[in-house]
């Protein structure tokens, strides 16, 4: 009899997950094609709040190019990989994208990427993010083509990671719902097939 697999949600799958996860990291990268970072230009000296860090593939690249990075990931397993993958500083927070534990205004820019697939519904995600932004603030954030959430691999064997798919006009629909100017919009092809949606908005 075929073993059923587990469906785990965030926090246990990705603390279980922690020990294999950069081993997808080409893969994750694939999504964006290198069409992120050279949309927030020059980030010097500049407050960057990344959102589902994850074991710092994002934030480790905008650290490198000086910005002054806080990571938050629901895991605390993932967010212990980034301390022992670089000496750069890079602060690290344990919590929830949906109640950010930051004042009002913080950070001149938020990014979230391979996170909006793991909400069920965005709405009070983006207006924490509007919150936490400071006014003229940006927020870049992606939304991967994933209907099916694919296995992930752990000691213990592949679990599945509770993941929604959000139709592209629906994520841009909720961003203006909630006073987010559209500055540009990109989509990633792989062979023609739409992989990726890539957003940068401004509060």
Do not use: C, W
Not at 136 to 158: A, R
Request: charged letters at 35%; a neutral charge; glycine letters at 6%.
């Amino acid at each position: 009899m075929k073993k059923k697999i587990k469906i785990l949600n965030s926090e246990a799958g990705y603390n279980l997950a922690a020990e294999f996860y950069d081993e997808k990291e080409k893969y994750l990268n694939s999504f964006e094609q290198g069409r992120l970072l050279p949309l927030l230009g020059d980030i010097r000296d500049i407050k960057i709040l990344d959102i589902g860090a994850g074991t710092g593939r994002l934030s480790l690249a905008l650290a490198k190019r000086g910005a002054k990075v806080t990571a938050l990931d629901i895991s605390e397993e993932m967010l212990k990989k980034i301390k022992i993958k670089t000496e750069i500083r890079i602060e690290t927070v344990i919590g929830d994208a949906e109640n950010l534990p930051f004042e009002k205004e913080t950070f001149d820019i938020v990014a979230a990427a391979f996170l909006v697939v793991h909400l069920k519904d965005t709405t009070k995600f983006f207006d924490e993010v509007y919150r936490v932004l400071k006014d003229g603030g940006l927020f870049v954030v992606t939304n991967i083509n994933q209907k099916t959430p694919p296995l992930v691999k752990t000691k213990d064997g592949e679990i599945i990671i509770e993941s929604f798919y959000h139709r592209p006009e629906r994520i841009r629909e909720v961003l203006e719902s909630l006073a987010f100017g559209i500055e540009e919009e990109i989509f990633v092809k792989e062979n023609e097939v739409q992989v990726n949606q890539i957003l940068v908005v401004k509060k």
